[in-house]
């Protein structure tokens, strides 16, 4: 992966705010992240973490504050976004094609994850946990800079969770910056944790 | 220009599989079927107005695949998908009308020969009735995803849908059953110029709506 990484992908977060609908779901939040950074991020339900993901992949406008992120950012939230008649593989080609990226780019993903097998399968056909090796698949290929996973080991196996943590690792020891939003610890040398706790749940109108 | 592709063929193959393909034409041949029971058999009266109710059947069919445009994509994240790789939604939605034109305009002109003949349409009235829906269709897909954009995740879609197209369509229905007047040829001019407003002002509605819409 060493090869497409873009140079030194970096997040800089200055007291940014963030609004959803009509509520305030995070203020005041700084954060700086660099090369090789697996950081992981930790709070309560609902205390702002996809929300946070959300924004840093511009879903959602910053309501105040700067944020710089320089490196293209692949996320993987519970979101699939695989067409479920589709062959898993095809399924996912659809988005490695769109972004350029090889074929054989996104076998060694799928066999990362141990998919291999499952190349050939519509989908609607996968478990829980396979969809989301899936998922994470198309974030492996693909050629971001920036990883954001949101619940990764949700239906995981101890054997995909410690297949998963180890692209993680290799993907920060190329350079780039991972962030792990999950209610366990990764497995890898965590960088840095964040915890996002919102003590003032208030109305932004 | 060539993810544009990609996403617009996207459109097509899910337009075309799991039934989206004969459902809005068989629905558009039952109308051509249906209209000769109520009306009795009256030659001379199909052939008048036979025309003008392909027009409603191709306007009330175009409405059939509007839960399907924009809502799946919306919940299974592949909008999210489509953002985050820097689409602006006015692209994303330019490629949904144009897969919707290949994948539901196409096959509705190719049966409505088989609809002309089931309800006598004149020879002469048959040509400028195929020709104003193909100008037309562009206006129907750019509509239809619009709609679609605008509804999707509301309860009744569909219906709410449904009285949403029937004032916006109202130009191109008029300019359209136009064209089947004898020596109509300003007509067809401007349906043109309906059409290629719609279509092109649609992608701009659309996106604005997916934009919206997002949270």
Redo the contacts between chains.
């Keep these: 992966m060493p090869d497409s990484q873009a140079a030194s992908p970096t997040i800089i977060l200055d007291r940014v705010a963030i609004i959803?609908?009509s509520r305030l779901i995070l203020r005041n939040f700084s954060l700086e992240a660099e090369s090789g950074e697996l950081i992981w991020v930790r709070g309560a339900n609902g205390s702002g973490k996809s929300t946070l993901f959300?924004a840093l992949?511009?879903?959602?406008p910053i309501a105040s504050g700067t944020a710089e992120t320089r490196g293209a950012?692949?996320?993987c939230?519970?979101?699939?976004?695989?067409?479920?008649?589709q062959p898993l593989e095809k399924a996912i080609g659809?988005?490695t094609?769109?972004?350029g990226i090889s074929p054989q780019r996104l076998s060694v993903a799928m066999e990362t994850l141990d998919l291999g097998s499952l190349a050939g399968l519509p989908v609607r056909l996968l478990s829980a946990g396979q969809k989301k090796r899936g998922a994470l698949a198309r974030l492996l290929a693909s050629n971001a800079s920036i990883w954001l996973l949101d619940e990764p080991y949700n239906g995981l196996d101890q054997a995909n969770v410690a297949r998963l943590d180890a692209a993680i690792s290799r993907h920060c020891e190329a350079g780039g910056i991972a962030f792990v939003a999950s209610h366990i610890a990764p497995t890898v040398n965590v960088g840095r944790s964040v915890v996002i706790d919102r003590p003032l749940v208030e109305a932004a109108i | 220009m060539k993810?544009f592709a990609?996403?617009a063929w996207?459109e097509v193959r899910?337009s075309w599989?799991?039934g989206g393909l004969w459902l809005p034409i068989v629905f558009y041949l039952a109308v051509a079927t249906l209209f000769p029971f109520v009306t009795g058999p009256d030659k001379a009266l199909l052939s008048r107005v036979g025309g003008s109710i392909l027009w409603i059947a191709a306007l009330l069919a175009s409405l059939l695949p509007i839960e399907r445009l924009v809502l799946p994509d919306r919940?299974?994240?592949?909008l999210?998908?489509l953002?985050?790789?820097g689409w602006a939604d006015e692209w994303i939605a330019a490629a949904k009308i144009c897969g919707h034109i290949i994948g539901f305009g196409i096959p509705l002109l190719l049966a409505t020969p088989v609809a002309i003949a089931l309800l006598g349409v004149p020879d002469e009235k048959a040509l400028a009735l195929v020709l104003g829906l193909a100008l037309a269709l562009p206006a129907f897909a750019g509509l239809g995803v619009t709609i679609a954009a605008l509804t999707a995740g509301l309860n009744g879609a569909s219906a709410l849908g449904g009285l949403l197209l029937v004032p916006l369509a109202i130009p191109i229905l008029i300019f359209g059953a136009g064209t089947l007047d004898d020596g109509a040829t300003n007509a067809l001019q401007l349906l043109a110029a309906t059409s290629l407003a719609m279509t092109a002002l649609a992608p701009f509605a659309a996106g604005a709506a997916l934009r919206a819409a997002?949270?």
């Excluded at chain 1, 992949?57 to 959602?60: A, D, N, R």
Aim: no cysteine; charged share 30%.
């Design positions: 959803r609908g959300r992949s511009g879903l959602l950012i692949a996320l939230d519970d979101n699939l976004a695989l067409d479920l008649d659809f988005w094609t769109l972004d | 993810g990609r996403i996207r899910l599989t799991g919940q299974s994240g592949v999210d998908q953002v985050l790789r997002r949270d």
